[in-house]
């Protein structure tokens, strides 16, 4: 099994900034995709961003130029810099990541438990 830790969710006045973590613990064989997505209340999860393992990246376009990405294979870990935060981004934050475990196996999607980001005055 994998598991997945997040880190850094919080309350934050619109323009400011918050950096989430996620890391990745467990029979991990290899992970190829890690990835943040949110879901607000009465809203569908959607995407934010995610990184594969060789670094192509993938953002959604409410984010584009204020959201950053970044993964350290070596500690299986994912960040996400937040800048210029605005109300429209308070939501639930999850870490993603699609990963073979120890012993084989396809590639699956795990999920962390969520962490809570508030962007209000």
């Known amino acids: 099994q994998v598991q997945l830790v997040e880190s850094g969710g919080g309350l934050v006045q619109p323009g400011g900034s918050l950096r989430l973590s996620c890391a990745a613990s467990?029979?991990?064989?290899?992970?190829?995709?890690m990835g943040w997505y949110r879901q607000a209340p009465g809203k569908q999860r959607e995407l934010v961003a995610t990184?594969?393992?060789?670094?192509?990246?993938n953002y959604a376009d409410s984010v584009k130029g204020r959201f950053t990405i970044s993964r350290d294979n070596a500690k299986n870990t994912v960040y996400l810099q937040m800048n210029s935060l605005k109300p429209g981004d308070t939501a639930v934050y999850y870490c993603n990541a699609e990963a073979r475990t120890v012993g084989g196996g396809p590639y699956r999607n795990y999920w962390g438990q969520g962490t809570q980001v508030t962007v209000s005055s």
């Open positions: 467990g029979s991990i064989f290899s992970i190829y995709a």
């Open positions: 990184i594969t393992s060789g670094g192509w990246i």
